[in-house]
């Protein structure tokens, strides 16, 4: 157990385990793979690394979530009508509450953190 929870290459780490096909799909079938990295009392704090495979669902952020996107392309469009485009590169913070639909383009990787 490290002092500082760590994941050494992120961008290409493969040894994931298997997240499952995401639910509310609204067309295809994304399927989700991970490595968590820490959780804490409560799974706050959660982080780890996220990867998903081309499709469409609706979903609800239930906490603020930080994203960083490493590889990939995926649409993310609120109830509001808001769209966010993201790629490599890209970071979005999610506050508690957002909701709509993610549509992913290209599998995409994102290290990610719930708080």
Known sequence: MSSAPHIP?????????????????????SH?????????PNNQP???????????WTLSIPRDELCYFMSGRATYR??????IEVAAGTTVMFPAGWAGECTVHETMRNSYMLV
């Open 46 to 56: 959660e982080s780890g690394i996220w990867v998903c495979t081309p499709g469409r």
């Open 32 to 40: 989700s793979s991970g490595r968590l990295l820490y959780k804490g």
């Open 78 to 83: 609120s109830t509001e009508g808001e769209v």
């Open 9 to 29: 290459n992120a961008s290409t780490h493969s040894d994931l385990a298997d997240w499952g096909v995401q639910p509310n799909a609204l067309d295809g079938s």
